[in-house]
């Protein structure tokens, strides 16, 4: 029986949870919310069929035994007394069992892709199967991807609101960016020949990462990932008052308890763990960058189409 869904919980692919006498599988990878159940957050969990549900259970225990499909081969026995047949469960012939989607001809693919999508005729194809769920899981991903990011945006954007009104109850945030519109009250990161380089952040493959947004980038800001410089014109700055954060310097791996300070909020990787705000020295300049636990001895910073690890470094804290 899968576990009843709890907040606060960190759930991976292929996790399934009850809620409300229903199970779930997971779609995208998050830390539960109080308010993220999973029958509001679509994007997040998809609710299993009542055949999925019950699998392991016999055609007749809780539903009428349906004709079994014609690929199956099996000679259908009617009973004088049907309150007491339960028929074995049906198993697929060998040249069905056997064959792959690649190996069914062109004709037949087509009567199974009905709508843009490939539809219950693959159950008679045996593999088959594992190909509709990665089409699937990977359109699901693509929902998923495009739900966080609009709420990204959307929060974002409020809380930009919250700032310029004067709402906003802390020394610094994240407000909402776009192009090379820095505004003047955001917080310098470094510098790279007398051009001022400012802090920023961006959704990516599911995470948000740290870098570095200046007038005289291509689109406005860069953030780093996976080995890679990525130019971005919508973004976040950090904007505020610049007497309320100092830089505490760090060398080696990255411990955030080590800090004696409260650190200022950066990001997170696609998995979940924090990053924080980081700049180093490189080549005659500072440049911003992240900080995270997992990135062994050092931070990372983009520069020249690449990241670049810095072994010494320093962290945005809170004054």
Same mark, same amino acid.
């Given at each position: 029986m899968a576990p009843y869904w709890q907040p606060g919980v960190q759930y991976n692919h292929d996790d399934v949870v009850q809620f409300e006498g229903y199970e779930y599988r997971i779609i995208q990878s998050h830390r539960s919310q109080s308010d993220w159940t999973p029958d509001v957050t679509p994007a997040l969990w998809g609710r299993l069929q009542v055949s999925q549900h019950r699998e392991e259970k016999q055609w007749g225990e809780d539903c009428n035994p349906c004709p079994p499909a014609p690929t199956y081969g099996q000679t259908q026995r009617m009973e004088t007394d049907q309150s007491s047949?339960?028929?074995?469960?049906?198993?697929?012939?060998?040249?069905?069992?056997?064959?792959?989607?690649?190996?069914?001809?062109?004709?037949?693919?087509?009567?199974?892709?009905?709508?843009?999508?490939?539809?219950?005729?693959?159950?008679?194809?045996?593999?088959?199967?594992?190909?509709?769920?990665?089409?699937?899981?990977?359109?699901?991903?693509?929902?998923?991807?495009?739900?966080t990011l609009d709420n990204w945006m959307a929060e974002s954007q409020a809380r930009t609101q919250q700032?310029?009104?004067?709402?906003?109850d802390s020394p610094v945030a994240w407000i909402w960016c776009e192009g090379k519109n820095i505004p003047r009250d955001a917080i310098q990161g470094g510098e790279e020949r007398g051009e001022t380089l400012y802090i920023c952040r961006a959704?990516?493959?599911?995470?948000?990462?740290?870098?570095?947004?200046?007038?005289?980038?291509?689109? &406005? %800001? =860069?953030?780093?990932? $996976?080995?890679? !410089?990525?130019?971005? *014109?919508?973004?976040? @700055?950090?904007?505020?008052?610049s007497r309320a954060v100092k830089w505490v310097t760090c060398a080696g791996k990255f411990n955030v308890g080590s800090l004696r300070a409260r650190p200022v909020e950066g990001g997170r990787e696609p998995d979940?763990?924090?990053?924080?705000?980081?700049?180093?020295?490189?080549? &005659? %300049? =500072?440049?911003?960058? $992240?900080?995270? !636990?997992?990135?062994? *001895?050092?931070?990372? @910073?983009?520069y020249d189409d690449t990241e670049k690890k810095v072994k010494e470094y320093a962290v945005l804290c809170y004054a």
């Open positions: 047949y339960q028929a074995p469960p049906a198993q697929p012939e060998q040249e069905h069992k056997e064959k792959h989607w690649y190996d069914i001809d062109e004709k037949q693919k087509k009567e199974l892709e009905i709508g843009g999508g490939i539809l219950a005729g693959l159950a008679t194809v045996g593999a088959g199967v594992y190909a509709y769920k990665q089409y699937e899981q990977k359109k699901e991903e693509k929902q998923a991807h495009a739900w700032w310029r009104s004067g709402q906003y959704y990516h493959e599911t995470g948000m990462m740290v870098g570095k947004a200046s007038r005289v980038f291509k689109k &406005g %800001a =860069v953030i780093g990932f $996976k080995k890679d !410089e990525i130019h971005i *014109d919508k973004y976040e @700055i950090l904007v505020g008052n979940g763990t924090p990053i924080y705000i980081a700049q180093a020295p490189y080549h &005659g %300049a =500072v440049h911003p960058g $992240k900080a995270c !636990e997992m990135y062994g *001895d050092g931070c990372f @910073i983009p």
